[in-house]
C-alpha cells in the first residue's frame, strides 16, 4: 500500500488462562516460537516500522532488536493498555496490530484490512455476531488521543472503545467472511492450544 505503516505485536498478556507464557508456544504447523512466527507474517507485509508490545519489566526475545518497545503505560488493563502505548509510539499514519495468540492468522487477511484503510480511518473486522476482533486489525495514528483519554477514564473493553469509534469515524467496520472466521482463533487456554494443533 502507498500508505507508510507500522506493525505491531502485542505480546504483554499475563497469560493467566494458559498458565504459560503464550509468547513462547511452540506454533504446530511452522514449529517456531509463537512470537517468531508472528514476526515473521508482519514482516512478510514489508512494514515501514516494527513494535513490540511489552508489560512493564517484560524483556524482549532474543533477535528482535530490530523492533521498537512500547510499554504499557497501566498496568493489568488488557489489550487497551498495549494499543494505547503502540498508537503513541508508532511514527506512521497506520498500525497493523497483531496479538500473540492468533497463530492461525494469515496474511492475506491482513493485507484486506490494510488496503481497507486510510490515512485517518483504521479497518476492523466484525463478525456475524456484531463482535469487532480488535487484536487483528489496522488502527489510524490518529485514534492516540481517544485510546489514553479512554484508558485513563477507566475503559478497558475494546468493543466499547472500537464501537465508539465506528461511530466517530476513525474505525471502518468490514464484516469477516465464514473463510475467514479460523483465522481468529484465540489461543487462550490449553484447550485452545489442543484445537490449534488438530
Do not use: H
Request: proline share 4%; glycine share 10%; aromatic share 8%.
Amino acid at each position: 500500500m502507498s500508505i507508510g505503516f507500522s506493525v505491531a505485536l502485542l505480546m504483554g498478556g499475563q497469560s493467566r488462562r494458559m498458565g504459560a507464557d503464550k509468547a513462547y508456544l511452540t506454533d504446530p504447523m511452522s514449529g517456531l516460537p509463537s512470537w517468531e512466527r508472528q514476526m515473521r507474517l508482519l514482516e512478510s507485509l514489508s512494514p515501514d516500522e516494527r513494535i513490540l508490545s511489552l508489560r512493564e519489566g517484560q524483556t524482549a526475545p532474543d533477535g528482535t532488536i530490530a523492533w521498537r518497545a512500547a510499554f504499557d503505560s497501566v498496568t493489568n488493563a488488557g489489550p487497551i493498555s498495549g494499543l494505547a502505548a503502540c498508537l503513541d509510539t508508532a511514527q506512521q499514519s497506520l498500525i497493523l496490530m497483531l496479538g500473540i495468540d492468533l497463530l492461525a492468522m494469515k496474511g492475506a487477511v491482513l493485507e484486506r484490512l490494510l488496503g481497507l484503510a486510510s490515512v485517518d480511518t483504521g479497518a476492523v473486522y466484525q463478525n456475524s455476531q456484531g463482535f469487532y476482533e480488535p487484536l487483528a486489525a489496522v488502527y489510524p495514528k490518529s485514534a492516540a488521543g481517544s485510546a489514553q483519554s479512554f484508558l485513563s477514564a477507566g475503559g478497558r473493553r475494546l468493543q466499547d472503545w472500537l464501537g465508539e469509534g465506528v461511530k466517530t469515524g476513525w474505525m471502518r467496520a468490514v464484516p469477516l467472511s465464514g473463510d475467514d472466521e479460523s483465522a481468529f482463533l484465540n489461543v487462550n487456554t490449553k484447550a485452545d492450544y489442543v484445537k490449534l494443533a488438530e
